[in-house]
């Protein structure tokens, strides 16, 4: 999966939708152009200190999963994607995948895939994924604390909370695009999904999977400066037919 996508949903909708109980801070707004680092909305089940019951909450995420034995913020970027094959094992991710997993919505990620040109030179046309019919793309994620060491831990500001994205072989309907593409969770498998109690990682693999039902169209290159964000970034382009670009 490539480093970007959009999320536009309100805050009302993602409670209604998500069931959500408590909402942790205000969410960041729509946002067409989702790069590394940005805030983004994140799904996630968390004891209650009070009820000491479990509760779904709406919370701001930082894209760029760090460590929580990172020296750093920096390494973030480099770790906006989990790869299914070794999330279970790789040091960065295998604790959240046993114990915090996130659901992370979107419209849907872009993809950048390399066209031949008249002349003989290529270019790298973007493309958006999307569920056709408008839903809510479901990305399966991992979330993280970091405590920053410089700072006083009862410093709120000491705390970073950071999530990742799983990725998986892209199906055949994108495949053409792009090689990886981000896994889904279906709505019937979200609490199980989120419930940190849930640490068989067999059972875990099971809840997961892709999305064969993906629309992608070209739009405009525009969505390659991330000081760009607005709609009409997802917007098809209307002077290229789409069948001449596979």
């Known amino acids: 999966m490539c480093g970007r996508y959009a999320h536009s949903a309100t805050e009302a909708r993602l409670v209604e939708e998500f069931e959500?109980?408590?909402?942790?801070?205000?969410?960041?707004?729509?946002?067409?152009?989702?790069?590394?680092?940005?805030q983004v909305p994140a799904v996630l089940t968390r004891v209650d200190h009070d009820s000491g019951r479990p509760q779904r909450r709406l919370a701001a995420l930082r894209w760029g999963l760090v460590p929580s034995w990172a020296k750093d913020v920096r390494i973030g970027p480099r770790m906006i994607n989990a790869r299914l094959e070794t999330v279970a094992q790789k040091p960065a991710f295998r604790k959240a995948f046993l114990a915090r997993r996130c659901l992370l919505p979107a419209d849907g990620y872009y993809e950048w895939r390399t066209l031949e040109t008249p002349g003989g030179k290529s270019r790298k046309q973007p493309f958006f994924i999307h569920h056709p019919d408008q839903?809510?793309?479901?990305?399966?994620?991992?979330?993280?604390?970091?405590?920053?060491?410089?700072?006083?831990?009862?410093?709120?500001?000491?705390?970073?909370?950071?999530?990742?994205?799983?990725?998986?072989?892209?199906?055949?309907?994108?495949?053409?695009?792009?090689?990886?593409?981000?896994?889904?969770?279906?709505?019937?498998?979200?609490?199980?999904?989120?419930?940190?109690?849930?640490?068989?990682?067999?059972?875990?693999?099971?809840?997961?999977?892709?999305?064969?039902?993906?629309?992608a169209y070209p739009v405009s290159p525009a969505v390659g400066n991330v000081a760009n964000n607005s709609p009409e970034l997802v917007e098809p382009l209307p002077s290229e037919p789409i069948d001449t670009l596979w």
Not at 150 to 159: G, L, T
Not at 167 to 195: C, F, K, Y
């Open 135 to 215: 839903q809510t793309f479901v990305m399966a994620g991992l979330y993280e604390f970091w405590r920053d060491p410089a700072r006083d831990p009862e410093d709120p500001e000491a705390w970073v909370r950071s999530c990742t994205v799983i990725t998986t072989d892209a199906t055949d309907s994108v495949g053409h695009i792009h090689d990886r593409m981000p896994l889904t969770v279906p709505q019937e498998n979200w609490t199980d999904w989120l419930d940190p109690e849930l640490q068989d990682p067999s059972a875990v693999f099971e809840l997961i999977g892709v999305s064969d039902q993906l629309e």
């Open 20 to 38: 959500i109980d408590r909402v942790i801070e205000p969410l960041p707004g729509p946002d067409y152009n989702t790069a590394p680092t940005d």
